[in-house]
């Protein structure tokens, strides 16, 4: 634990926490926009800056990337912050002067509209790298990346054609601050083909990365519910058998053992891939194969390998 004071009030921070989870912990708010926990800070955006005061030095720092340490003062409001604050928030403001979050953050400091000399954009993305981020470090595709340098600096897929490596998994509509990443899944697409209208099926469309990504059938419902290239990946990824793809989430329920039918014979118990199913005694002194609902990831192996069809799915009202 370390001891340091945010605006005034002492507070034990643990080892490795940042200035702004610690004031986050400790209720004290602070702006920022590129910051998510699944994800290495950045400080991209500079609106969490807060004033740092260690030993006789007094920085202003991003709060997202400044470890706490022992003895530190921390003002989140101090003069200087604000005005920093500020000043990213005119700049923002000029290049995306129609993001909703922009203009919310933008009011709360008192700012309605860019200083004079800043020339007015319409742009949407603050380019924070959110998106990046969560595609290179948490979903590890590396579909996309910045392009370009300086002002002209923008995420792109490689070369701003198809980006072939997206799974389709919207994380980077998901961390977007701005809103400005699209997913949308078609429930019936089509193309125009010289030879006429083609029927493609339901796919799953973003289309700032030029991707098209056919949807997987759920075997239950009869929905689709996830791109079929995102579970190739998964597939390959993940010890789980091929049928615990067939079916959606929303209806992968654990199985259920009919005590009656059951041998004990323990076929389903060699055949699951999580080890969720084990033996047990009944009131009778007969062995019966037990599922722990806590274990199971419902992938039904254990219905395709039972020898006298005791186990089952239950209905989904």
């Excluded at 509209?113 to 954009?121: G, I, N, V």
């Excluded at 579909?143 to 997206?166: H, T, Y």
Aim: aromatic share 4%.
């Amino acid at each position: 634990m370390v001891n340091l004071t945010i605006n005034g009030k002492k507070i034990k921070a643990n080892e490795g926490q940042t200035l702004l989870q610690v004031a986050g912990d400790n209720g004290i708010k602070i702006p920022t926009l590129c910051a998510v926990d699944a994800v290495e800070p950045y400080g991209s955006c500079r609106l969490c800056v807060v004033e740092v005061k260690n030993g006789n030095m007094v920085t202003i720092e991003t709060s997202c990337t400044y470890p706490a340490a022992e003895g530190l003062e921390v003002q989140t409001d101090s003069e200087e912050v604000i005005k920093a604050r500020k000043l990213v928030l005119e700049l923002l403001l000029a290049r995306c002067p129609n993001v909703k979050i922009v203009q919310e953050l933008a009011a709360e400091y008192g700012i309605t509209k860019p200083a004079d000399h800043l020339t007015m954009e319409n742009e949407y993305c603050i380019v924070c790298g959110l998106c990046v981020r969560a595609c290179h470090e948490v979903v590890k595709a590396g579909a996309i990346s910045f392009a370009g340098n300086g002002k002209d600096k923008r995420v792109d897929s490689p070369f701003s054609l198809e980006a072939e490596s997206c799974i389709g998994c919207g994380s980077c509509a998901f961390v977007c601050p701005t809103g400005i990443i699209k997913v949308r899944d078609m429930e019936n697409a089509t193309e125009n083909m010289p030879a006429g209208e083609v029927t493609i099926g339901p796919e799953r469309i973003i289309e700032n990365w030029n991707r098209s990504l056919p949807m997987q059938i759920c075997k239950d419902s009869g929905n689709a519910y996830a791109p079929e290239f995102m579970l190739k990946r998964f597939r390959e990824d993940m010890q789980l058998p091929d049928q615990f793809f067939d079916i959606s989430p929303s209806h992968r329920e654990c199985p259920e053992v009919d005590e009656d039918l059951c041998l004990g014979c323990g076929a389903c118990l060699d055949e699951c891939p999580v080890g969720a199913i084990r033996l047990k005694l009944t009131d009778d002194s007969e062995v019966r194969s037990n599922i722990m609902k806590t274990h199971c990831c419902g992938c039904r192996s254990c219905t395709i390998y039972c020898v006298r069809s005791a186990i089952k799915v239950p209905e989904i009202a």
